[in-house]
């Protein structure tokens, strides 16, 4: 079965740093582009970044460029996101995510872990 | 940025009837085009890609149309387990946009 399972969510102040994991199984991590996609609570999807299956290209959305990283580790099956300088409007549910194939649309979704920025 | 509109924000409905969702972009995206379906505290499902394609395992109750700017999906006879938000996304350009979501409720 294909599974995506986030995790290092939690409370960080302003300013601080956290790193999201995504543990992917029943699929090679390394045949796919991943793509990471927030929720804030109550609230609608915001595209958050994508890596490609070889990591060597990867985007942002303008909101987290600068200060987040994506990034992968195909030996391990994982993906992550490392974030930095983080804000209160970075509070939300983040979401990793596997295309169909290729840069299509997200046919398996994680739980998702929470984000909360607060002081 | 592509900005993808979706209407109507909120739907009332009754099982069984027919309905019909819009999302609008406002660029062309071709049909790079897919839909999701979210219920609470789930992660979104993918329903349809490529604009018209179901995803595996989606009923045929499900189909959408569309291309360029102007897109449709349909559940053709609602079921009580359609009841959910469903959003829109483009992923012709960077960055990829949702719409805002479509709230199915009765």
């Known amino acids: 079965e294909v599974q995506l399972l986030e995790s290092g969510g939690g409370l960080v102040q302003p300013g601080g740093s956290l790193r999201l994991s995504c543990a992917a199984s029943?699929?090679?991590?390394?045949?796919?582009?991943m793509t990471w996609v927030r929720q804030t609570p109550g609230k609608g999807l915001e595209w958050v970044s994508s890596?490609?299956?070889?990591?060597?290209?990867?985007y942002y959305a303008d909101s987290v460029r600068g200060r987040f990283t994506v990034s992968r580790d195909n030996s391990k099956n994982t993906l992550y996101l490392q974030m930095n300088n983080l804000r209160a409007d970075d509070t939300a549910l983040f979401y990793c995510a596997k295309p169909i194939n290729g840069w299509s649309p997200f046919d398996c979704w994680g739980q998702g872990t929470l984000v909360t920025v607060s002081s | 940025e592509i900005v993808m509109t979706q209407s109507p924000v909120t739907l009332s409905v009754s099982p069984g009837e027919r309905v019909t969702l819009s999302c609008r972009a406002s660029q062309s995206v071709t049909n790079n085009l897919g839909w999701y379906q979210q219920k609470p505290d789930q992660p979104p499902r993918l329903l349809i890609y490529d604009a018209s394609t179901r995803a595996t395992g989606i009923p045929a109750r499900f189909s959408g149309s569309g291309s360029g700017t102007e897109f449709t999906l349909t559940i053709s006879s609602l079921q009580s387990e359609d009841f959910a938000v469903y959003y829109c996304q483009q992923y012709k350009n960077w960055p990829r946009t949702f719409g805002q979501g479509t709230k199915v409720e009765i």
């Open positions: 890596i490609n299956a070889g990591g060597g290209s990867a």
């Open positions: 029943g699929f090679t991590l390394g045949s796919y582009a």
